[in-house]
């Protein structure tokens, strides 16, 4: 299958930091990429559903203005995590398709804000 | 998307066939149904999907009650690498910008021992 990796894999930052984490896609041109955020114990959550170049969609409940998206090209979408606090820390899991193929999964990105 | 039910956890002996359960008893004629799996602090990977005729790939086997009530995945030969929290899901192909958006429930917990 495709290739999608994550950057970083973990990360630890201050509460009140902003963080980004990177999804790119490496051997296709990811049309749409979905961010998810899972917390321990639980199932996977969609965040947002993010169109190159236009505005991410956001599911109910998340703050668009905490967790900023940005999918400027083909192979690359970032998410902010913005004024980063404590419950924020997750596993942060993005997945990617181009048109006509399924969705393939990033590795994911553990965030600890202390 | 219809809903799905799986078991909360399940064994398997190593060498074993693992045969995971997945009811859908709402799914509709155009939806077919995923099969992913998460190792633990990864991101997902896609394992088999199938509308009504059974698949099979070099991972697994799928397959498909007659009525599409319901479907079983199996792993032919389990080994402890197979250990990981598996996902039935139920999607629709209808396209828009939306496709590729899975909604995951709370899977099968895959536990192979020795």
């Known amino acids: 299958g495709a290739v999608v990796s994550q950057h970083p894999s973990w990360v630890i930052c201050k509460s009140g930091t902003s963080v980004k984490i990177e999804c790119r896609s490496l051997d296709f041109q990811a049309t749409t990429m979905f961010w998810y955020r899972q917390f321990p114990k639980q199932s996977l959550m969609l965040m947002a559903t993010s169109n190159e170049g236009s505005k991410a969609t956001y599911e109910q409940g998340v703050e668009k203005d905490k967790f900023l998206i940005n999918h400027a090209s083909l192979t690359l979408s970032t998410l902010t995590v913005t004024s980063a606090h404590p419950e924020d820390s997750s596993f942060y899991i993005c997945?990617?398709?181009?048109?006509?193929?399924?969705?393939?999964f990033g590795q994911g990105t553990r965030l600890t804000v202390v | 998307d219809a809903k799905t039910t799986q078991p909360t956890s399940m064994d398997c002996a190593e060498g074993r066939a693992a045969n995971l359960p997945c009811n859908h008893s709402t799914i509709s004629g155009n939806e077919y149904v995923y099969w992913y799996r998460q190792i633990h602090s990864q991101g997902p990977q896609y394992i088999i999907h199938g509308l009504k005729n059974n698949e099979t790939n070099e991972m697994a086997s799928l397959i498909i009650t007659e009525d599409r009530k319901s479907s079983t995945l199996i792993l032919p030969h389990a080994t402890l690498r197979d250990t990981a929290v598996y996902y039935c899901i139920v999607r629709g192909l209808t396209g828009g910008t939306s496709y590729g958006k899975l909604t995951f429930g709370q899977g099968t917990i895959l536990t192979v021992h020795p």
């Open positions: 997945s990617a398709r181009s048109t006509g193929t399924e969705a393939f």
